[in-house]
């Protein structure tokens, strides 16, 4: 692999973590709030094959993105085949389907041998399966869209102009990526802090999620206003960061004030930095402006 390969590559395993480690996340979340995974995991025998939900939480976090770099190693010998199809995505999701949930090697939960040769009930095998459906089908429509979108870019970026539903979808997709830094930046403050989390009692906080659900709403907005001015020339990279963090940052403490009543700055605008931070390189990775003559 020459040096050039070696970029593309490390560019498509980048992809891969974000995708992943993003779906894996939001599903996970929603799932094991809809299902109440914390109850089902303490049933008669499957508490025998499960740990306690909020058990291994921060190695188990930790663990993603190794996780998505290995599938990036898997799929990049793939990738040419599967961007070259018409329904590539759905090529790739077929190849999770089969190999990695129904069919695989040992006698995994939702597989065909697990449910043959392990003690679970059926229903269990059934009941992790919406999760772990949607997960890599959102898995693959995203990667297959960033990748596709990225080498239509390199030929005609510079002469394109994006439709309205083009530049919503990459503000959504942004959106999603600073979601991730919020969780990351705010696990990272608790733990720094030695602050002991109740996970189950937080993934069960609505006023919590609905405050990252805000953020998440403000922030497709404003990269959908501050990319135009950024292709423009029109805002500098250091202020489009500026505004973001001071966004990111203020949504929380001003949320947290108002309706859970108490807040600190300090820590509301450390939690906005990542975020911001993503969004920033975000934009300046997806939104090539003209040199300036």
Known sequence: MNKEQLKE???FAIKVIIVHCLTYFIFGMIMSNLLNYAEIFQREIIRDFMLPIN??????????PLRGLLFAIALWPLRRTILEM???WLSLWLLFVVFAILSTTSAAPSSI???????????YHLIGLPEIMLQTL?????LIWWEKRTSKAIEVRHMTRKSFFSDILMAVVIACFAYIGYAVGSLVLFFIAGSNIDFEQAAGDVKTHLMFVVAFILNVIYVLYVSKK????EISLWMLGTIA???????IFSYQWLFIGSSSFLVAMLIGLLPALIITLSVRQNYKRPKKS
């Open 86 to 88: 018409k329904y590539g």
């Open 138 to 142: 959102t898995f693959s429509l995203l």
């Open 245 to 251: 963090w001071a966004l990111d940052g203020l949504v």
């Open 55 to 64: 058990s291994n939480t921060l190695v188990g976090v930790l663990v993603q």
């Open 113 to 123: 041998e697990g449910m043959i040769y392990t003690r679970l009930p059926l229903w």
């Open 9 to 11: 590559f490390i560019q």
């Open 230 to 233: 950024w292709l423009r020339n």
